[in-house]
């Protein structure tokens, strides 16, 4: 189990880089057969950017970032795995925060600082908690 805070990151500064992608599975082993969404960050953004929800595709006004959902019967507080990556291997991800209500609220239920790249089933890591993440808020380092 998740321990459960209420705060941001500290040291967090609201920029992100372009180029990270955050992927959400509502099945633990990855694959394609049910719910999955996909996050890009496109551009640099001088803030952070909270998703507020696993189920809708949308993109920023600004053309920062971008959701693509691939919806079977919905994703929300059913995120199973969670997979960082970025296009370059010095570029470093968003710290990436999960809240257990929509819209960023409620407790966190999972933390990934931005020096995490990976891959991680949410009921074998203690990093994420496994059927119960609503949303996400982005954050990058200065």
Known sequence: MVPERRSPLP???GKLKK???IVL???EDGALKDDVTVIKILKDRDKGVCINSFDHSKIA???SWRVFVDAKNGLDGKVSRVKISTKSKDALP???IFYEGKNCTQGIKGV???DSKVSDDCKKT???ANDEIKSVRLMGWE
Do not use: E, L, M, V
Request: charged content about 35%; glycine content about 14%; aromatic content about 10%.
């Open 61 to 63: 006004k600004d053309g």
């Open 19 to 21: 180029g990270a992608t």
């Open 11 to 13: 040291g967090s500064s």
């Open 25 to 27: 599975y509502d099945r």
């Open 126 to 128: 203690k990093r994420c």
């Open 112 to 114: 990934y600082n931005s």
């Open 94 to 96: 968003p710290d990436i």
